[in-house]
């Protein structure tokens, strides 16, 4: 009869937990459902690590894209790019994280994407290189560095989307003070190209006349000046063997053909010892006497001048 009795109890024990989550209105799993009030759903109020809160079109004329939840505050002076949000912006959160305009190609087309103005020469001596709808005023004096945006300059718009003058090497050296003097034709009948003016003797020889029919007068890449050596000039002047050359001048600072009378100003300068320590008087490339540029002698003459 015991026996009996402890089964029955245990059935009807077994029989209350099966049923007490009905009779307690629990759902799915019971205790394990969301408990309400903490979710993260819209209207929540959120979780730590939950998705961030969206973004927003603000600023006084629309121009902005912030977070919902901050406050922006712009002046209200209309622009005409601000239409452009309007009309092709996408307030998004980037890759970044932050909230911004996406950089569609109709956005930054809208946006001025386009060529932009060109740049142009200006001030009062040509000195500037401006946008072209930029008003520059300059000052009036004139200065000699001037010239060299007149003669090497390139007035373009940069990487930096800046206006300004090319850096080239011609540029950068008229401005640093290191072009040196064009060459020119002297002499008494036109024989020479140097540096400086030569006071020579006046007779004349039918070979100067080649200098003036076919000489072009330059600096050549030793840095001195003198008369390129064309096919023209040498079949002019018959191509034989050129007299020697020798150092001459006042103060023997001159290096010119044997047959080449040289008046030169006695006045006495440092560099002059400089020719005759470190230099070699001799006919270089160009057919022309000179003196070979070794660089002991341009250090001397670099160091008496001062430079």
Do not use: N
Not at 82 to 107: D, F, I, M, N, Q
Not at 158 to 166: I, Q, T
Not at 226 to 246: F, I, M, Q, Y
Not at 275 to 294: D, F, I, L, M, N
């Amino acid at each position: 009869m015991m026996d009996l009795f402890s089964k029955r109890h245990r059935l009807v024990v077994a029989m209350l937990m099966l049923f007490v989550p009905l009779l307690t209105g629990a759902k799915g799993k019971g205790c394990q459902g969301p408990i309400e009030g903490g979710g993260a759903g819209p209207g929540g109020g959120g979780v730590a690590g939950g998705e961030p809160a969206s973004c927003k079109v603000t600023g006084c004329s629309g121009q902005v894209c912030a977070d919902a939840d901050e406050d922006v505050v712009t002046t209200c002076e209309w622009r005409e790019e601000y239409a452009c949000y309007k009309e092709h912006g996408v307030c998004e959160r980037g890759a970044s994280g932050e909230c911004g305009w996406r950089a569609t190609p109709e956005l930054e087309a809208c946006l001025g994407g386009d060529e932009p103005a060109p740049c142009v020469v200006t001030g009062c001596s040509g000195q500037v290189c401006a946008d072209a709808d930029e008003e520059v005023v300059t000052t009036c004096e004139w200065r000699e560095e001037y010239a060299c945006y007149e003669e090497h300059g390139v007035c373009e718009r940069g990487a930096s989307g800046e206006c300004g003058w090319r850096a080239t090497p011609e540029l950068e050296a008229c401005l640093g003070g290191d072009k040196p003097a064009p060459c020119k034709v002297t002499g008494c009948s036109g024989q020479v190209c140097a540096d400086e003016e030569v006071a020579t003797t006046c007779e004349y020889r039918e070979e100067y006349a080649c200098y003036k029919a076919h000489g072009v007068c330059e600096r050549g890449a030793s840095g001195e000046c003198g008369w390129r050596a064309t096919p023209e000039l040498e079949a002019c002047l018959g191509g034989d063997e050129p007299a020697p050359c020798k150092v001459t001048g006042c103060s023997g600072q001159i290096c010119a053909d044997k047959d080449l009378d040289v008046v030169t100003t006695c006045e006495w300068l440092e560099e002059y010892a400089c020719y005759k320590e470190h230099s070699v008087c001799e006919r270089g490339a160009s057919g022309e006497c000179g003196w070979r540029a070794t660089p002991e002698l341009e250090a001397c003459i670099e160091a008496a001048s001062g430079e």
